[in-house]
């Protein structure tokens, strides 16, 4: 750990990602509420565009609070890969196989369920 | 004791030399690895919500629809912004977190206390808030019918404005009273009766031409609730089983009861992880007060306990995506 980098004060860095943080959460609460047609009722790589953006904007402030509030970009390289890529590639592996099996659930089970009376 | 407190940085922190594997301290090393395992444990709740979502994802509860109470404002649809406010509050004190950080660096006492300080309240009234949503959630807003198969059947006036079921069904005289454990053999007692029977709800129903059915389907062109016209309504009606009114973790008004299950159970658990984080807070900030860190020489104390406190935010704002936003 370098010492002197520690005691110098990073209150005007914090601030700015505050608001960069603030700024990505009004996007998607206006976004949220608003729900442009063109972005909420079309489709892109398989949801809505809409979708990938409020995808987007989370990871951007994941980013920012592991590598700004958590420090993340002050740790040994070793450290940061060790936690960073670890849990990216396992989150992803996740995610994937169980949001594959969903999607063929439903196709199976979708046709099967009574809509009508 | 001794060994286990980390008196001084060029001290040995690790029993087993004074080279610090990675670069951190033992505790701070830990406290990462604990972060790594807990977000795995999260991205499994939220994996097995988007399976669920996924297999339902033509019939899952749209939450503009579930969350729309702002406190004070009774009865105006505001999707979204309590939400948003909430997010607001714990992103906020982040900031104070990492501010009460920034000032140990600098072994500046008084302004750690009062960053600490800061962060335990907002904390505690973003727990306040979360308890609020709850409430509303558990209360319900319109009311529902459950078919024999367990779909939700909500009504809606003319223009496809769901309504509440007091808005329409007359209440008519009815015997019938809550079974409680001191009406009757001791260890038996039901739930909460709902307002109305379901005779009321179907008999109002064929009395008021004005008010149709909606059901779970969604439309995947318009990305809204399928809506039966009232003379083909009776063909769902003559199936209902019970009328619903709220959510738990056995029916949910709004929709799937798994929505509720997974809203209750991912909530609940990062609820849970904030009131431990606010607890841990405090115990810090009482050891700031009585100078513990001061004599040690360094505040890393307080920079684990913030690592743990902006993790919290971190699994926020991946739960505000999922359940609120997409």
């Given amino acids: 750990m370098t010492h002197e980098q520690e005691h110098t004060s990073h209150t005007k860095l914090i601030w700015k990602v505050f608001a960069i943080l603030s700024v990505i959460t009004i996007v998607e609460v206006a976004l949220g509420i608003i729900k442009p047609d063109a972005l909420y009722l079309t489709k892109f790589l398989g949801t809505s565009p809409l979708n990938i953006i409020f995808l987007v904007l989370t990871l951007v402030k994941a980013y920012y609070i592991t590598w700004f509030f958590m420090h993340m970009a002050d740790e040994k390289k070793s450290l940061r890969r060790a936690v960073v890529w670890?849990?990216?590639?396992?989150?992803?592996?996740?995610?994937?196989?169980?949001?594959?099996?969903?999607?063929?659930?439903?196709?199976?089970?979708?046709?099967?369920?009574?809509?009508?009376y | 004791m001794e060994a286990t407190i980390a008196t001084d940085n060029n001290e040995k922190n690790w029993s087993g030399g004074d080279q610090k594997p990675l670069g951190a301290s033992y505790g701070k090393m830990m406290m990462w690895f604990f972060i790594l395992s807990d977000a795995l444990t999260f991205s499994g709740f939220l994996g097995a919500y988007g399976l669920m979502r996924f297999k339902f994802h033509d019939s899952w509860p749209i939450a503009d629809e579930v969350f729309t109470h702002f406190p004070f404002l009774h009865g105006v649809h505001a999707p979204m912004y309590y939400v948003a406010l909430m997010t607001f509050i714990l992103i906020f004190s982040s900031v104070t977190m990492v501010l009460a950080v920034d000032a140990g660096h600098q072994m500046n006492k008084a302004k750690v206390t009062f960053y600490m300080l800061l962060t335990i309240i907002g904390g505690a009234i973003f727990l306040g808030s979360q308890a609020w949503e709850w409430k509303n959630f558990i209360n319900g807003t319109y009311g529902a019918v459950k078919l024999n198969d367990g779909k939700i059947i909500q009504f809606v006036d003319a223009t496809g404005e769901q309504i509440t079921l007091e808005s329409f069904v007359k209440s008519q005289h009815s015997e019938r009273t809550q079974h409680m454990a001191n009406k009757g053999i001791w260890f038996t007692k039901e739930a909460e009766l709902p307002p109305f029977t379901l005779n009321e709800v179907v008999e109002s129903f064929k009395a008021n031409p004005g008010v149709s059915i909606r059901t779970e389907l969604i439309n995947p062109e318009t990305k809204a609730k399928t809506i039966i016209p009232h003379n083909e309504a009776m063909g769902f009606l003559n199936e209902a089983k019970s009328v619903v009114v709220g959510a738990n973790l056995r029916e949910n008004e709004y929709g799937k009861t798994l929505f509720a299950n997974f809203f209750f159970f991912i909530t609940g658990f990062h609820g849970f992880h904030v009131l431990s984080g606010v607890i841990i807070n405090i115990i810090i900030f009482f050891n700031v007060i009585i100078g513990t860190y001061e004599r040690r020489g360094h505040y890393e104390m307080v920079e684990k306990v913030g690592l743990y406190w902006h993790f919290v935010d971190l699994v926020w704002v991946f739960v505000f995506t999922f359940f609120y936003l997409v």
């Fill in chain 1, 86 to 116: 670890t849990s990216v590639f396992l989150i992803i592996y996740l995610a994937t196989l169980l949001l594959l099996e969903g999607s063929y659930i439903s196709d199976v089970l979708g046709p099967l369920t009574k809509w009508n």
